[in-house]
């Protein structure tokens, strides 16, 4: 998939951001010093469905360090056209369906990342659009057939809206884990493993404490579910800020596994 390679930086605010064409004459304008925006890193990994599904575009990026919300823009030309914000409010999960996509406009998504206080400047756009129209029988048919003999069309569950309850509470004691799982797919989804971590920031590494493990069966097509899990904290923890990391895995596929989390702070 190719991608624009044009970076631009983003102001801190959003009223005079909004009205800026995206010329190289003409380059946003910053809000902070450069330095402070570049404490977060811009996402990376941006990737928008191209025409795989009909009723909106899946925007996708990876985890950036130090950032605990993100929000998503597009565009119709990252070099004349002004951003449009897809998601108005910040949100901590990697993902968003673009349901506000037209058939037949092909857009041009990046993503900016917080930490709360200071932003990253934009991610590299990648391109995206809606399929035209419904897949005819024949075609579905004929896509069936590739699909016997190429790789299998991957159907999994987006995982977002991360919750501990209480967010506040002492080493040892019990907490509840809320989460939004979601398939967007058109197929039911396969077995789906989901573990929660203890971790001291909001990446997953070796250092995470597993606090919980469940597989779930197959998930209908287009569904929505709130997953709740009753966890114990470690007891051996000093107070301060910490992260709940659920992550979902396909047929326990570790590499294409979604992850979310949230915050919990821990007092004596």
């Not at 979310?260 to 821990?266: L, V, Y």
Request: glycine share 4%.
């Amino acid at each position: 998939m190719k991608k624009s390679f044009v970076f631009f930086s983003l102001c801190v605010s959003y009223a005079g951001f909004m009205g800026v064409a995206m010329s190289q004459d003409s380059p946003i304008p910053m809000g902070a010093p450069r330095q402070n925006a570049a404490e977060v890193e811009a996402p990376e990994n941006v990737v928008a469905s191209d025409g795989t599904y009909d009723k909106f575009v899946l925007v996708r990026w990876d985890n950036s360090e130090q950032a605990t919300s993100y929000k998503v823009f597009r565009t119709t030309d990252p070099q004349k056209s002004a951003l449009q914000e897809v998601t108005p409010a910040w949100q901590k999960s990697t993902w968003v369906c673009d349901y506000t996509a037209v058939r037949g406009v092909k857009y041009h998504y990046a993503v900016v990342a917080s930490n709360g206080s200071r932003l990253s400047t934009t991610s590299r756009f990648d391109k995206g659009f809606v399929r035209d129209k419904p897949l005819a029988v024949d075609d579905q048919e004929a896509l069936s057939e590739n699909e016997a003999y190429g790789a299998p069309h991957h159907v999994y569950l987006l995982v977002s809206d991360v919750k501990a309850k209480p967010a506040t509470a002492r080493a040892g004691s019990s907490v509840t884990l809320e989460a939004r799982l979601q398939n967007i797919f058109d197929k039911a989804t396969t077995r789906t493993e989901v573990r929660i971590f203890f971790s001291s920031n909001a990446v997953l590494d070796w250092n995470d404490v597993l606090l919980s493990r469940r597989n779930l069966s197959s998930t209908q097509p287009n569904s929505i579910f709130t997953l709740q899990e009753n966890l114990v904290l470690p007891a051996e923890v000093l107070p301060g800020e910490y992260h709940l990391i659920i992550v979902c895995s396909s047929e326990g596929d570790v590499l294409s596994s979604k992850t979310d989390s949230a915050i919990i702070q821990i007092i004596r």
